[in-house]
């Protein structure tokens, strides 16, 4: 069973360029949601997909967007980078949208603005 | 919204229970409380999750408050493979909204 996977592991961007970040959910997972986790900070909940719509969404602005595919694999997409926007990015799939599904995490993207 | 409350930083030594604590008093009825850990440069590994009743898994035990304000995870013998960032956090029924805290760092002493 192959876990969720991230691409790139590491980016360097310059400010005001837009990026696009990869996941692939785990097999048979239908929901994805990422995250951003500031360097010595807890992750911080970006939004979340359900078979393929959004139905969940953090204090992100909406500059922060993405999609889900068909085959439930993801993308984040940033325009307009600021250089707060420097962090780990998280995916995380799970079997459904429900509370008591555990999260599956990848283990990020590094994303470096400058 | 609920959030979650946990100390910064907790130690303990090999072999020894470990009980890490977490308050959401703000929790709603329809918020599990899950537990994930995660070492550095990697992502968040689950541990263990629940409602309303006491959950045991392989890896980890959860006690959760009658009044659902507060839970503790409870490692039975702690290895130094156990040292990480513990995060608890509260995931509605919808999983509409997902909110970590700032997380217990964990270190086992040999």
């Known amino acids: 069973e192959t876990g969720v996977t991230q691409s790139p592991t590491h980016l360097i961007k310059t400010r005001g360029q837009q990026v696009t970040l990869r996941c692939s959910s785990q097999s048979g997972h239908n929901t994805v949601s990422w995250y951003q986790q500031a360097l010595g900070q807890g992750p911080q909940f970006i939004f979340q997909?359900?078979?393929?719509?959004?139905?969940g969404r953090g204090n992100f602005p909406p500059r922060f967007s993405g999609l889900q595919f068909p085959n439930y694999s993801s993308e984040l997409n940033v325009n307009a980078l600021e250089l707060d926007d420097s962090a780990l990015y998280l995916c995380?799939?799970?079997?459904?949208?429900?509370?008591?599904?555990?999260?599956?995490f990848g283990n990020g993207t590094r994303l470096t603005v400058t | 919204d609920a959030k979650t409350t946990q100390p910064n930083s907790m130690e303990s030594n090999e072999e020894e229970p470990v009980h890490l604590p977490c308050n959401h008093s703000?929790?709603?009825?329809?918020?599990?409380i899950h537990w994930y850990r995660q070492l550095p440069s990697q992502g968040p590994e689950y541990v263990i999750h629940?409602?309303?009743s006491n959950v045991n898994n392989r890896m980890a035990s959860l006690a959760i408050a009658e009044d659902r304000k507060s839970s503790t995870l409870i490692l039975h013998r702690a290895t130094l493979r156990d040292a990480a960032v513990y995060y608890c956090i509260l995931r509605d029924v919808r999983a509409q909204k997902l909110v970590f805290g700032q997380g217990t760092r964990l270190t086992i002493n040999p």
């Open positions: 703000t929790i709603s009825g329809t918020d599990y």
């Open positions: 995380a799939s799970s079997l459904s949208d429900r509370g008591n599904s555990p999260l599956h």
């Open positions: 629940g409602l309303t």
């Open positions: 997909y359900y078979r393929e719509e959004e139905n």
